[in-house]
């Protein structure tokens, strides 16, 4: 049994389609799905999305694409909140255009309004005002990051990065790109050393630096403060 609420029609109105277990409400909110045991509230909120199931989607326009799929396990709320993704699973999305243009994550936690805008790949954890937001037209993945804090990890696309604080990773001075992989970025406005740069610890704040070093060593009894691991 669902519950519809505003139903004329699928692609109209809201509309629990073959579905069972389906809570609908407003126009084109999960129309004509066959999917299961979803929370749907919002015009046209995960339209389109057929074999949906265990969802829980609040929002205008979130999960909103009109792509055919079947994402699973999602919890999306916020306007345009996960507007782009298709078949995806198991992911957490709060705040105004949150994850909007993400087409491929999985397995994400990803809030504050336009955290994660423009940014694709899976196991992200991004939190913050604008966290995680890309605006250098990078279509790569930005795989496993930890992003903390307003503006941290802003344009920061590598693999396995860490930014924690305001504006941790952010250049507000020159739009660059960082796309270096398993850094690690701790303080309010701390930057790396280039745009590639991988394995470094930079600990500091605006732009000042109290610790800083590459850790490309596999030797766990090595200290390094602002000196090589060699």
Do not use: C, H, W
Not at 34 to 48: E, F
């Amino acid at each position: 049994t669902s519950v519809v609420l505003a139903n004329q029609g699928a692609g109209v109105r809201a509309t629990a389609g073959t579905g069972d277990g389906n809570f609908v409400a407003l126009n084109g909110a999960l129309s004509g799905s066959t999917g299961n045991d979803n929370i749907v509230i919002g015009r046209n909120a995960a339209k389109n999305k057929i074999g949906a199931a265990d969802n829980i989607v609040m929002g205008l326009n979130a999960l909103g694409s009109v792509s055919t799929s079947s994402p699973t396990k999602n919890i999306m709320i916020g306007y345009r909140t996960g507007f782009n993704l298709y078949s995806n699973t198991e992911n957490i999305m709060i705040g105004y255009q949150a994850g909007d243009t993400t087409t491929s994550n999985d397995y994400s936690t990803i809030i504050g309004s336009y955290a994660g805008l423009y940014q694709y790949g899976d196991y992200q954890t991004i939190i913050g005002y604008r966290a995680g937001q890309d605006d250098t037209g990078y279509g790569g993945t930005t795989g496993y990051p930890t992003l903390l804090g307003a503006y941290a990890g802003y344009n920061i696309v590598g693999i396995g990065n860490i930014a924690i604080g305001y504006d941790a990773g952010y250049n507000k001075s020159v739009v660059t790109q960082y796309s270096g992989t398993n850094n690690i970025i701790l303080g309010n406005g701390t930057l790396l050393s280039g745009a590639t740069t991988t394995r470094q610890f930079v600990v500091g704040g605006l732009d000042r630096y109290l610790l800083s070093g590459d850790f490309n060593t596999t030797d766990r009894t090595k200290l390094g403060v602002n000196i090589s691991n060699d």
